[in-house]
């Protein structure tokens, strides 16, 4: 038991007899792709996904631009299947990437010692899009006084910033369990939540009032829900 960091259980919602207007058959026959749904009682045209997984997103897209566009009357422009990935990083071109995210992480205040792991770990996270995330970080004025590092992880606050203000972070909850991958990180400390409370703070997403009672909701919950023990000291 000591040797276990953490523990997770994934539940995928299918699609029931009632949605698919099939009767019910067996587990295995319960169909794994997505459904897109009109909500005919919606004041404005609305679609509830249901169901579907992550190697079916790219259809799912085609399929809402399809169905809302149609709705909205506009033009589709482009639905080219082989279009890229944000983030997407060819092998021949991770070199330059790297070489890049250097540079630009350490302009914008990485410690030389830290700078080859923080590239490697934020080109491994965002791909190609590693560099525009310190260069984010040194056009947002609000987080010039922050430290460049998250706590003792090694992680770049720039890495924080970026999705606050372009992945839609609003919690700790938001920053540790699902855009910084945090919740894999064997030896997540308190002092790490309370850095990444602080930008919140800085960043007008948690009221100064709020940080620390933030702080311990996400370590009860790390606790409750993953068995996620939080490093103290």
Not at 175 to 204: C, K, N, W, Y
Request: glycine share 8%; with cysteine.
């Amino acid at each position: 038991e000591k040797n276990i960091v953490q523990h997770y259980c994934g539940v995928r919602p299918l699609p029931g007899p009632r949605v698919t207007g099939r009767a019910a058959g067996t587990p295995g026959s319960v169909t794994r792709r997505h459904l897109l749904l009109r909500d005919e009682g919606a004041t404005i045209p609305t679609w509830s996904i249901v169901g579907g997984k992550l190697t079916t997103c790219r259809s799912l897209a085609e399929e809402s631009v399809r169905k809302v566009f149609a709705e909205l009357g506009f033009p589709i422009i482009d639905k080219n299947s082989q279009r890229v990935l944000p983030g997407c990083l060819y092998e021949e071109d991770r070199e330059a990437c790297d070489s890049r995210t250097k540079n630009v992480a350490a302009r914008s205040g990485i410690p030389e010692e830290s700078i080859e792991a923080v590239s490697q770990w934020a080109v491994g996270l965002y791909g190609r899009r590693a560099p525009h995330v310190f260069e984010n970080m040194m056009q947002c004025s609000q987080a010039a006084m922050l430290p460049p590092l998250i706590g003792d992880s090694g992680l770049p606050t720039a890495a924080a910033v970026f999705a606050i203000e372009q992945e839609w972070a609003l919690s700790l909850g938001d920053l540790i369990e699902r855009r910084l991958m945090l919740i894999f990180h064997p030896q997540l400390s308190l002092a790490t939540l309370h850095d990444l409370a602080e930008i919140l703070v800085v960043m007008g997403c948690l009221q100064p009032a709020d940080r620390e009672s933030a702080v311990l909701s996400e370590v009860k919950c790390l606790q409750d829900l993953y068995g996620k023990k939080i490093v103290t000291q």
